[in-house]
């Protein structure tokens, strides 16, 4: 993939936000007395929105079974797939040291449009919000944040390309915009991709979540299956 500057502001304005969060019960994928590993849904918030109508989410439902529950990290609310939640104050400073550090490993599946030509490679663009647009992010050579996404073609299909991506570092909405400056947005993306490729959910999920355990240090790797 090649970084064309065309694609580099998206033009179009953020389309109308309509809340409308899915019923789903919420699948646990590990819980002890210091994590709880679970699957979001998408369309689903990972933390209260400012509006009373965005007050549903991730975090305020799991808090109704796991009181003690803190949030560690976010997914976008059109992101599905695994999140790790801290049960006490302790594991929350331990894994909160461990994302700002990069000590986490992640990888994510995405359908993107259009075909990936190379089988592999490496993606660095700088990013920053793109403030008359937020929560828009934008590609800036001159203010952006460094920014690098390695991404690997696991499957073709008609108009589209199964990739999986592991993000070096976790700016907002870093694959979804590395992937349309790059020529092929994320499908059903309402942000960054054109009107005909935004059918259907975002086709982006955490796949993988491969942390520390906060008490001893042993590594675990947290597995959802891609739903699309």
Known sequence: MHFDPALAVHPEPVPDFIYNPPTDEISVLW???DLLVVEKPAGLLSVPGKHIDHADCLETRLKSTFPNCRTVHRLDMDTSGVMVFAMNGEA??????QFERRHVSKTYI???????????GTIDLPLRC?????????VCFEQGRRSTTHW???EYFDGATRL?????????HQLRVHLMACGHPILGDMFYANPAERRGRLKL???TLEVHHPVGGKRHIFTSPCPF
Request: aromatic content about 2%; glycine content about 6%.
């Open 164 to 172: 999986e991506l592991t993000p070096e570092t976790g700016r907002s």
């Open 92 to 97: 929350h400073r331990h894994l909160g040291l």
């Open 152 to 154: 690997k073609v696991l």
């Open 110 to 120: 995405a359908m993107v449009a259009g075909h990936v030509k190379m089988e592999k």
């Open 205 to 207: 999920h955490a796949h």
């Open 130 to 138: 793109d403030w008359p647009n937020r929560p828009k992010q934008m």
């Open 31 to 33: 819980q002890d007395d």
